[in-house]
Structures are given as structure tokens and as C-alpha cells.
């Protein structure tokens, strides 16, 4: 079972809406990573959460960590179509409350597709 | 660079041959990642580097896959008999130290088909 979780799997919504993506933990989440990509490039680093209760913004898009309900949410705000592409979520173990030596190895849930229609 | 380049951009093989794909992390970071991203599979991990040593390839699917690190920087992921199971979007990423809170930069892919 995939250990991050992300909803929905796609998005389609008009330019201008606000919308949320949500990525879940099965295990403990201490912080996460957020990325987006667009089809064929490589992953944008978007914000990193490293404790509960911690929201971070940039620009339309906020991200934020409940550490009780092991979830992420990552908000925007007067979506554009720039906004399109995958999101995707990531951690490591470290962050996941797993044990053993923590050195970058991420995991990640299996992305959301965002539409924005113009 | 900036950022982590990758090449080639796309590369297209036949099944059998050998390919090596190629990682420029960004300079002075001592962390590298190889991940592959297939349909259906998600975003996979394969291997970690620290400097040019590899203490973690658990993520390498099978012996035909190989990587190495030279002079702590340039990474070379080598697919020996390519199958067509094998076709993917491979990204290698890198961060400064490796620790799990070091954010991590991905270059734009290597996108491999096998036909």
C-alpha cells in the first residue's frame, strides 16, 4: 500500500476557482515536500513543511501540515492556467517517523493532475 | 549550471542494447538521487550517492542497472540489455548534504523508450 496517499487523482477546474490538493500519511508525518511538474520536465520544488501546524505560502499557492491527521494540503487561490500540471507529494523517512538513518531517500504519493480551463 | 542537467533529453533504444544517462548536480552538493517515474508505478527510487560512494541501491531494479559517481560530482546510470520494461522518465536529483530535511533539485529527466 502506498505509504502517501494524495486526493484527488486529477482536478479539472476553470481558471479563477481556488482549489485543494491533500496528500495523507499511513504512518506519522513530521514535514513533507511539495512538487509540481510539468509533462516531460523534471520536478519544481514548490515548499517544504518541517513541523506541525506549519503553513507556508508562495505566491497563490499554500501549503499546510497538520501533523495530527498525518495530512498535507496544498491550497490555491485564483487558480491559473501556469498552475496546471502534476503535483506531487514526497517525504523522508525521517519525516514519515520511520527509524533508521534518514539521508534523503524520498518517498512520494502518486501525484494529482491539475487542469485549469481558460 | 544553476540547477541539475541531465542527458540526453530523450533517448530511444532498441531492446537488447545498452544506454547510459547522465547526471550534472549542482555544484558543491555532495547528495545525489536517481529516481524513475513509469505509468503506473509512480516515482520510483533507485539509488542514493554520498560523494562517489553509493550506500544505498536498493532501488535498482534488477543487476542490469548500474550507476556510478566520479570526482563527487557527475552521476552515470548505465541500463545494460535494455527490456521494454524499462521504458521510463529517469530523474536524478541532487541536495547539499543528504540529510532527510536538505531539500532536494531535480533536473529535467532523461525520458527512455525501448522499443
Known amino acids: 500500500s502506498q505509504e502517501l496517499e494524495q486526493s484527488p487523482q486529477s482536478l479539472i477546474v476553470q481558471e479563477g476557482k481556488n482549489l485543494t490538493i491533500n496528500c495523507t500519511s499511513s504512518?506519522?508525518?513530521?514535514?513533507l515536500y511539495w512538487y509540481k511538474q510539468k509533462y516531460g520536465e523534471g520536478l519544481i520544488f514548490l515548499m517544504m513543511l518541517q513541523k506541525g501546524g506549519e503553513e507556508k505560502s508562495h505566491e497563490k499557492i499554500t501549503a499546510k501540515l497538520d501533523e495530527k491527521k498525518q495530512q498535507s494540503s496544498l491550497h490555491i487561490t485564483a487558480s491559473q492556467p501556469s498552475h496546471a500540471g502534476i503535483y506531487l507529494c514526497g517525504a523522508d523517512r525521517a519525516l514519515l517517523g520511520a527509524g533508521g538513518t534518514s539521508y534523503g531517500k524520498l518517498t512520494f504519493g502518486q501525484g494529482t493532475i491539475l487542469t485549469v480551463h481558460p | 549550471g544553476a540547477g541539475v542537467s541531465q542527458s540526453p533529453s530523450n533517448k530511444v533504444t532498441e531492446k537488447g542494447k545498452d544506454v547510459e544517462l547522465r547526471c550534472d548536480p549542482i555544484?558543491?552538493?555532495?547528495?545525489l538521487y536517481w529516481y524513475r517515474q513509469s505509468l503506473g508505478q509512480g516515482l520510483e527510487f533507485l539509488i542514493y550517492f554520498q560523494g562517489n560512494s553509493a550506500p544505498d541501491k536498493s532501488g535498482l531494479p534488477s543487476d542490469r542497472f548500474s550507476a556510478e559517481r566520479t570526482g563527487g560530482s557527475v552521476s552515470t546510470l548505465t541500463i545494460q540489455r535494455t527490456q521494454q520494461e524499462d521504458s521510463a522518465v529517469y530523474l536524478c536529483?541532487?541536495?547539499?548534504?543528504?540529510?532527510?530535511?536538505?531539500?532536494?533539485?531535480f533536473g529535467p529527466g532523461t525520458r527512455l523508450t525501448v522499443l
Open positions: 536529483a541532487s541536495s547539499f548534504m543528504g540529510a532527510g530535511t536538505d531539500t532536494q533539485y
Open positions: 555544484s558543491g552538493h555532495t547528495a
Open positions: 504512518k506519522t508525518l513530521y514535514g
